[in-house]
DNA sequence: AGAAATGTTCGGCA
DNA sequence: GTGCCGAACATTTC
């Protein structure tokens, strides 16, 4: 679930939780989320140090070490972070102690997220073969990188080769907002669609941080004109009332208003 | 009880 | 090289 969105507030949220704070412990409870790396080595890199800065590239998050190093953190299907007092939460993986302050947990169920550590925050970029991301795109680059070529308008937006921050559901509301269908060819559109698309996955990610995605208050309160919401058994359209459709692809399902979003020819 | 959900990586196919 | 597909990974919820 977390995407750009997600990710940014989790962002915002580490800035006010744990920036400026020095690192007295770091406790890995699942080996798992370091794919491979040593527990031992991502203690020994990050104990004693502060944390100054952060930094979001789609749906990675990087925090800045005082030694130059950077914590990476990836939050899969289930990620997310939690501060706690007294007993860390359930799924907690990583466990961080600050001198002052709350600890802080790295939270994820099912185990597809990551932690880590790089020395050098574009060269880690590079290593995940990660396009610009969604919020940073130009125009120019959005039109030329991820529409050229002849594709599947959803598979294209979620290539994160070509543009980093859109996963399923994102991609959805994007489509929706634009009212393109998922399979649309990337080919077909002309100039004046593709600047409408790029405005509004612009609007769309950033309404749906300012909404607080990746937060309770979101998942209480999302906007009423997303279709995010709906993306479940049975759901209509929350502009015109039609039934929703899916399309299962690679794995994936989309899910989109039949009326509102035609079919191409 | 079995499928579905989600993101990334990887192997296979045309 | 391009584009598409499904499997694998882990876990819980329907």
Same mark, same amino acid.
């Given at each position: 679930m977390p995407e750009l969105p997600d990710v940014e507030n989790f962002r915002r949220f580490l800035e006010r939780t744990a920036l400026r704070r020095t690192v007295t412990g770091v406790s890995v409870c699942d @080996? &798992?989320?370091?794919?491979? @790396?040593?527990?031992?080595?991502?203690?020994?890199?990050?104990?004693?140090?502060?944390?100054? &800065?952060?930094?979001?590239?789609?749906?990675?998050?990087?925090?800045?070490? @005082?030694?130059?190093?950077?914590?990476?953190?990836?939050?899969?299907?289930?990620?997310?972070?939690?501060?706690?007092? @007294?007993? =860390? =939460?359930?799924?907690?993986?990583?466990?961080?102690?600050? &001198?002052?302050?709350? =600890?802080?947990?790295?939270?994820?169920?099912?185990?597809?997220?990551?932690?880590?550590?790089?020395?050098?925050?574009?060269?880690?970029?590079?290593?995940?073969?990660?396009?610009? *991301?969604?919020?940073?795109?130009?125009? *120019?680059?959005?039109? &030329?990188?991820?529409?050229?070529?002849?594709?599947?308008?959803?598979?294209?937006?979620?290539?994160?080769?070509?543009?980093?921050?859109?996963?399923?559901?994102?991609?959805?509301?994007?489509?929706?907002?634009?009212?393109?269908? =998922?399979?649309?060819?990337?080919?077909a559109l002309d100039r004046e669609q593709i600047s409408r698309l790029y405005r509004i996955m612009r609007e769309v990610l950033e309404k749906a941080i300012e909404a607080g995605a990746g937060t309770r208050e979101f998942d209480e309160n999302p906007p009423a004109d997303f279709l995010i919401a709906h993306r479940r058994k049975g759901a209509s359209c929350p502009r015109c009332g039609t039934p929703l459709q899916t399309k299962k692809s690679a794995g994936r399902t989309a899910w989109f208003c039949p009326r509102c979003q035609p079919a191409p020819a």
């Open positions: @080996d &798992r989320i370091l794919h491979g @790396d040593s527990p031992a080595a991502l203690r020994k890199a990050v104990e004693g140090r502060r944390l100054e &800065r952060t930094r979001r590239h789609g749906k990675h998050l990087l925090a800045g070490l @005082d030694n130059g190093r950077w914590l990476t953190f990836h939050f899969g299907m289930t990620g997310r972070f939690e501060t706690f007092r @007294d007993e =860390p =939460p359930r799924s907690t993986r990583v466990r961080f102690d600050f &001198r002052e302050g709350d =600890p802080l947990a790295f939270v994820d169920q099912r185990l597809f997220g990551g932690v880590g550590v790089t020395e050098n925050a574009r060269a880690f970029v590079e290593a995940h073969e990660l396009g610009p *991301d969604a919020l940073e795109i130009s125009e *120019d680059e959005f039109s &030329r990188t991820v529409l050229g070529g002849s594709r599947n308008l959803k598979a294209a937006l979620m290539d994160q080769a070509k543009i980093a921050g859109i996963g399923n559901e994102y991609s959805d509301e994007i489509l929706f907002q634009a009212r393109l269908h =998922p399979e649309m060819r990337t080919n």
